[in-house]
């Protein structure tokens, strides 16, 4: 008998299927992990380039680093397959990194605008906001005055023509429809 009893103490405890649910039944409240993504989330802090820049500064100089080690491992390379995927790697570099600058640029144009703005506001007049056109057009007036200094505005126009020569003649009715 004492075996039983002890046996029993141990079981664990478990409802009948036979007997009905009890009305108001206990309910164990299991808690839900609450995902969070720093993109969107208040917690995280606001987003603000100038400071992420300063902050990750360290990453270019490990980037630069890294993009040489791949151009040193391309010229050792002999095999054809892992020769392309090092300069795919390569090429994508490159395009990371001009991208950024493009995007340093623009946010040094901004800031310069705002400091103009700024500027006006203190005389007492009032400040003006420059449409997207306008911005477009500044930019494309920026980028038409580098490359005419650097001497590659003839190709650039060249493949330009070539580029809206081939728009055109997509759409152009094919000479089999007439």
């Known amino acids: 008998?004492?075996?039983?009893?002890?046996?029993?103490?141990?079981?664990p405890l478990e409802m009948s299927a036979k007997k009905p649910v009890p009305?108001?039944?206990?309910?164990?409240?299991?808690?839900?992990?609450?995902?969070?993504?720093?993109?969107?989330?208040?917690?995280?802090?606001?987003?603000k380039p100038e400071i992420f820049m300063k902050t990750y500064s360290f990453l270019d100089s490990i980037k630069k680093q890294e993009k040489e080690m791949v151009q040193k491992q391309l010229k050792k390379c002999r095999d054809k397959e892992q020769k392309e995927k090092l300069q795919q790697?390569?090429?994508?570099?490159?395009?990371?990194?001009?991208?950024?600058?493009?995007?340093?640029?623009?946010?040094?144009?901004?800031l310069v605008l705002k400091r103009q703005r700024r500027e006006l506001a203190k005389q007492?007049?009032?400040p003006f906001f420059l449409k997207k056109s306008e911005k477009r057009k500044l930019e494309l007036a920026e980028k038409f005055a580098e490359l005419k200094r650097s001497g590659k505005l003839e190709s650039f126009l060249s493949k330009k023509r070539k580029r809206?020569?081939?728009?055109?003649?997509?759409?152009?009715?094919?000479?089999?429809?007439?």
């Open 89 to 110: 790697l390569l090429n994508r570099m490159t395009q990371q990194e001009q991208s950024q600058k493009n995007q340093q640029k623009l946010r040094e144009r901004e």
């Open 1 to 11: 008998a004492p075996l039983k009893s002890v046996f029993l103490s141990f079981s």
């Open 124 to 126: 007492g007049k009032k």
């Open 23 to 47: 009305f108001l039944r206990q309910v164990i409240s299991v808690r839900k992990k609450v995902h969070r993504d720093p993109r969107f989330d208040d917690l995280s802090g606001e987003y």
């Open 164 to 178: 809206n020569a081939m728009k055109d003649k997509r759409r152009l009715p094919s000479q089999k429809s007439l």
